[in-house]
């Protein structure tokens, strides 16, 4: 079995890499839990200290860290550049204030002689996606490492050239051997691991299929699992919204990362009396989106990470159409060996077909008609998902009553869900569980433990 690094855009092989027999496997998970009882220990300050360097050594490599990304996964360099600018950031971002996140408290109200404190519990296994092969792992293993646990990164299968390095990234920074280790292993040893004595838990980033299959190996060895899965976000346009910032903000939303990002917007829900010029003007702009070479300073939007996602993508437009879906542009992969898909857009899915419940990941945006705000409501929350979801419309205060509405992770009104280090980010029901960043992503993996003098 290998793992195997395929550029998207031009779906050649550019690297391999052997996978780890179930021995080495075990063998690792045995030094890592033995680096972890030492690194448990460290002053605060070393561990703030690597942090920082870190993220000097991401800032100092962006440049070829930035080209690994866009030839495992496509995305158009200038946003590899973004995605590695933001894993330094996050690391300052918990250097800064982690210790504060971590410093020992004594909740309000509680008897004088209590405190409680935040401590290590071992190895923490991150089951890590291909979208964004590097913000991923580091906003799970920033904070995981500052806590004092360990991480074992089992990241997807095509972007092992990532995992190495990211490895080669935290050494550099001066952390100590097997503290962070990548390993090369597929799905199947995934429960292994979870069995081993050393690991405390797991963060899954993916599908729903892949939470529900790790979540339910973990919980037959009691460890913990934290889940972020998939979305299907919710956009709301109201009729007095300002479509010059509304209208963008769909493109950027559904089309970044070509599209393959688990708080894009995916479903336009538009009310009837701004329906027409939303469509006209948002099948407008998705049809100026440059696609193409991805290593091109002019290029909006590269290939999907991978010829199977984009034959993924087509069989759920193709369904879309059974069900009754008009295609107003694009719906079909465009010529040649890469897995480049157009900006698409489709009207008139009926909201309860089993396509419209599902994410699309890729640049389809499905479009909905809305009589009136109980109905654009209806249909926000009428799937399964629960990550994120936007509100556009002049009257704030509308905005933040219809978001309170919407039954998802983060809400926002006027503009572009995203993620920040300083606000907790997950989302509910088949969106998963658990959060990340702030102090909230910090303390999922630390034993919370309450101590008496009294
Ligand atoms: P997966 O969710 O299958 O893969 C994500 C990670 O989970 C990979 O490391 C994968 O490794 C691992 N994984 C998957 N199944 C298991 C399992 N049973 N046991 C252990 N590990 C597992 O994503 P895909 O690449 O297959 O994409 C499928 C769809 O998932 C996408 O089209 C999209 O809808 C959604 N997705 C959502 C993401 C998000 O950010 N919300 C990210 C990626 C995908 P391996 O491949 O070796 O099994």
Same mark, same amino acid.
């Given at each position: ?238 009729? @007095?919204?300002? %479509?010059?910032? #509304? !209208?963008? &903000? =769909?493109?950027?939303? *559904? ?128 799937? @399964?998902?629960? %990550?994120?979801? #936007? !509100?556009? &419309? =002049?009257?704030?205060? *509308? ?56």
């Amino acid at each position: 079995m290998i793992l195997q690094s395929v550029n998207p855009a031009t779906n050649r092989v550019e690297n391999t890499f052997p996978c780890w027999s179930l021995q080495t496997t075990a063998t690792v998970l045995d030094d890592m839990s033995e680096a972890w009882s030492r690194w448990a220990v460290f002053p605060m300050r070393e561990r703030v200290d690597m942090l920082c360097e870190a993220a000097r050594e991401i800032r100092a490599r962006l440049e070829p860290l930035a080209v690994l990304i866009t030839h495992e996964m496509g995305k158009p360099l200038r946003e590899a550049r973004l995605e590695v600018e933001k894993c330094a950031m996050i690391c300052e971002h918990y250097a800064a204030h982690g210790p504060q996140y971590l410093a020992p408290m004594r909740p309000h109200g509680a008897p004088q002689d209590a405190t409680v404190v935040f401590e290590p519990q071992g190895v923490v296994l991150a089951v890590m996606p291909w979208n964004f092969p590097f913000w991923q792992v580091f906003r799970i293993a920033a904070p995981t490492l500052l806590a004092g646990n360990g991480v074992a990164l089992k990241h997807a299968p095509n972007v092992p050239g990532c995992a190495e390095v990211i490895e080669h990234i935290f050494l550099s920074a001066g952390l100590p051997e097997n503290v962070f280790r990548s390993l090369f292993i597929d799905e199947d040893v995934v429960e292994p691991v979870l069995s081993h004595p050393g690991v405390a838990g797991v963060s899954l980033t993916g599908s729903c299929g892949a939470g529900s299959s790790v979540a339910a190996a973990a919980g037959r060895y009691l460890k913990k699992s934290v889940l972020e899965l998939g979305g299907s976000d919710p956009f709301i346009v109201l009729p @007095d919204a300002e %479509l010059d910032k #509304a !209208v963008p &903000t =769909a493109v950027a939303s *559904r089309c970044r990362n070509a599209g393959q990002a688990c708080i894009a917007a995916k479903r336009f829900i538009l009310h009837r009396d701004i329906y027409d010029e939303f469509l006209e003007r948002l099948i407008f702009a998705m049809e100026d989106v440059r696609v193409g070479d991805p290593l091109r300073p002019d290029t909006d939007m590269g290939p999907l990470a991978s010829v199977y996602q984009r034959d993924r993508l087509q069989n759920q437009v193709d369904r879309c159409v059974e069900a009754g879906g008009c295609i107003l542009l694009g719906g079909s992969p465009l010529p040649g060996a890469g897995a480049f898909y157009p900006p698409t857009v489709i009207a008139d899915v009926p909201p309860d077909a089993d396509v419209a419940g599902e994410e699309l990941f890729g640049p389809v945006a499905l479009v909905f008609r809305a009589e009136d705000e109980d109905e654009a409501v209806a249909l926000a929350n009428g799937t @399964d998902f629960g %990550l994120g979801g #936007a !509100v556009w &419309t =002049a009257d704030t205060k *509308r905005g933040l009553a219809l978001a309170a509405r919407i039954r998802a992770g983060s809400v926002c009104v006027n503009g572009l869900v995203r993620s920040d280090p300083f606000l907790p980010f997950g989302g509910t029901r088949s969106s998963g569980y658990g959060r990340e960043m702030a102090e909230y992503g910090l303390r999922e993996f630390v034993n919370i433990k309450c101590v008496r003098t009294g």
